[in-house]
């Protein structure tokens, strides 16, 4: 099993929809959360940055985090046609592994107009 | 204010050959991560290296070697390199090892 396991879709959705974006994992050391955003061939964009559980929402974006369940979601309010990238959940923890990122596989976004 | 710069932008090699990949990183940063990312899947970490000493490793062989230099740029080699190893090659900088990673564009390897 993965440590972190991501849906790589595809998914594809109409301008102005909500999107529903998932990671699960599996190890509880895990306190630190993110969302990349990856065009296609280029490196990825740090998109949220959370600590342990709760919810953080920046402009048309929020991210949750439930660790009792080691399920976490980024949201994309009023999607838009440039939202069409690669989403990739990335976490580590706050041991001797610190700065090391596990990342999920990606979820492939598609917006159309 | 420049942000991670990585070279070259491609690069082809054959089986058996050596590489290596360069990277820059952001201005006030002192720590450099390097991750392989394959095709369709999500980065894997390679190593980091702070203040010029390997910090910690992922699970890859010893044909992965680094370097960091006192301005924190930082090498990446690969020895004896396999068909497996095509990949695209991330570098991410951070202010110190615990901080928030930034990835730089990328070198995308072919291995023939």
């Known amino acids: 099993q993965k440590e972190v396991e991501q849906d790589p879709g595809p998914l594809s959705v109409p301008e102005g929809a909500i999107v529903s974006l998932n990671c699960t994992y599996s190890n509880s050391a895990f306190q630190y959360f993110m969302w990349y955003r990856q065009y296609s061939r280029k490196g990825p964009e740090l998109l949220m940055y959370?600590?342990?559980?709760g919810n953080k929402e920046d402009g048309r974006f929020t991210a949750q985090v439930d660790k009792s369940s080691k399920y976490i979601s980024l949201f994309i309010r009023d999607s838009q046609p440039s939202d069409s990238a690669t989403y990739l959940c990335?976490?580590?923890?706050?041991?001797?592994?610190?700065?090391?990122?596990?990342f999920g596989r990606g979820t492939q976004l598609t917006v159309w107009p | 204010d420049a942000g991670v710069t990585q070279s070259p932008t491609h690069l082809i090699k054959t089986r058996g050959q050596q590489v290596t990949l360069r990277c820059s990183p952001k201005s006030g940063h002192d720590t450099v991560s390097w991750y392989q990312q394959a095709l369709g899947q999500g980065p894997q970490f390679i190593f980091q290296?702070?203040?010029?000493?390997?910090?910690q490793r992922g699970n890859f062989p010893d044909r992965f070697s680094g370097h960091q230099f006192p301005n924190y740029s930082s090498e990446l080699n690969v020895n004896a390199l396999l068909l497996g190893d095509s990949a695209l090659y991330l570098c991410?900088?951070?202010?110190?090892?615990?901080?928030?990673?930034?990835f730089g564009p990328g070198t995308r390897l072919t291995v023939l």
């Open positions: 290296y702070y203040e010029e000493e390997e910090r």
């Open positions: 990335a976490m580590r923890d706050r041991g001797s592994t610190l700065g090391r990122l596990y």
């Open positions: 991410a900088s951070s202010l110190n090892f615990g901080g928030e990673q930034f």
């Open positions: 959370t600590y342990s559980s």
